[in-house]
């Protein structure tokens, strides 16, 4: 079967000015740079980069929006920035900080509407919203209006609206942004029936790495426009291992603590932060074997630290190179 995207040195530019009038100084910006890869039916994977990176430029071909500067692109067969109509026929896309939803609106109207978008049939239409709606609980709040649903209800109705077409392939930028542990776990949920039970290939942009456990088996990571890695998460982390952070609070400024397992990166006043190379239930018997603790706090590497460690990694070995 032919892929659902390919993507063949891929590449998008932006012409910024600045300075004062008459004085405009304008100069090239490259978002994206040669970027080739291709995402077969009924995967799940993740586009992830630090800020700045390309990843929505990248979304906005792919959605056509933007038309690439250079290279090949084809979604679903089609190419996006000319054939945009037929497109949104076949894709469904959710940006995760706005809403496609209107605003004064019943839930159930706003959906509606998006039938008649997409010119689906009202007996399809009827089946899916049902279904969506069991799936996504939103029986309670469907007589709701949009401009008062909670930022988890409305990502559900979001997302509704976008697969109510019943689109081969659905794009997301930031899905779970700014939602709790139990909204982020019932879209992640979700997402996953969705890809094994109707096949939905599905294409994700965060800055969530428990958006990237639990959903996407591949990961391709793009920084300053260049795709740096494409594989699975597994690799990536052997790649560019980030150790997880402990936060102690002591109950009194000490000097770095030393104990098996962990670094001191950090030290304000009572607060020390611990670089773990062992299990950090090891590390909190360690401590409080020596130390009285006030308080403690594990945090999980991002992915900003997982690509940023990729990056020095690059750039040490190019340099090692060069050198
Ligand atoms: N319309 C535009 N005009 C000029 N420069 C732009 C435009 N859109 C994006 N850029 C630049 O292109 C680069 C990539 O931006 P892009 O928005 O694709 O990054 P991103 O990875 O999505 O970042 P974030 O995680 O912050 O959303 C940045 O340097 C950005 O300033």
């Not at 084809?74 to 940006?95: D, K, M, N, W």
Request: aromatic share 4%; glycine share 8%.
């Amino acid at each position: 079967m032919s892929p659902i995207i390919e993507a063949q040195d891929l590449g998008r530019e932006f012409t910024v000015s600045s300075g004062r009038p008459l004085r405009r100084v304008r100069r090239t910006v490259t978002a994206v740079r040669d970027v080739t890869f291709s995402v077969a039916s009924g995967e799940i994977v993740g586009y992830l980069g630090p800020n700045g990176a390309g990843k929505s430029t990248t979304m906005k071909m792919l959605t056509g929006i933007l038309r690439p500067s250079r290279g090949r692109l084809r979604v679903t067969g089609l190419e996006p920035s000319r054939q945009r109509t037929r497109l949104a026929g076949r894709i469904g896309v959710v940006f995760g900080q706005r809403t496609t939803l209107w605003w004064d609106l019943p839930l159930r109207d706003s959906l509606a509407l998006t039938r008649h978008l997409y010119r689906v049939p009202a007996a399809d239409h009827a089946r899916r919203l049902a279904e969506l709606t069991e799936l996504l609980e939103l029986g309670p709040f469907l007589a709701t209006p949009v401009r008062q649903l909670s930022l988890g209800q409305r990502m559900r109705g979001d997302l509704t609206a976008a697969l109510l077409h019943a689109p081969r392939l659905l794009v997301l930028d930031e899905p779970t942004i700014g939602l709790d542990v139990v909204s982020k776990s019932t879209i992640r949920e979700f997402l996953l029936r969705l890809n094994s039970e109707q096949g939905t290939t599905i294409l994700l942009t965060t800055h969530d790495l428990g958006d990237v456990e639990r959903l996407c088996r591949r990961v391709m990571v793009i920084d300053h426009g260049r795709l740096a890695f494409d594989g699975d998460l597994s690799a990536l982390r052997a790649t560019a291992p980030s150790p997880r952070t402990l936060i102690v609070d002591l109950t009194a400024p000490a000097p770095p603590i030393e104990v098996a397992g962990a670094t001191a990166t950090r030290v304000e006043g009572p607060r020390q932060w611990l670089e773990l190379s062992a299990n950090p239930a090891e590390v909190i018997a360690a401590v409080s074997a020596t130390h009285r603790i006030a308080d403690l706090m594990l945090r999980e590497p991002e992915i900003e630290d997982v690509v940023a460690r990729l990056y020095r990694r690059e750039r040490t070995a190019s340099l090692g190179k060069d050198g």
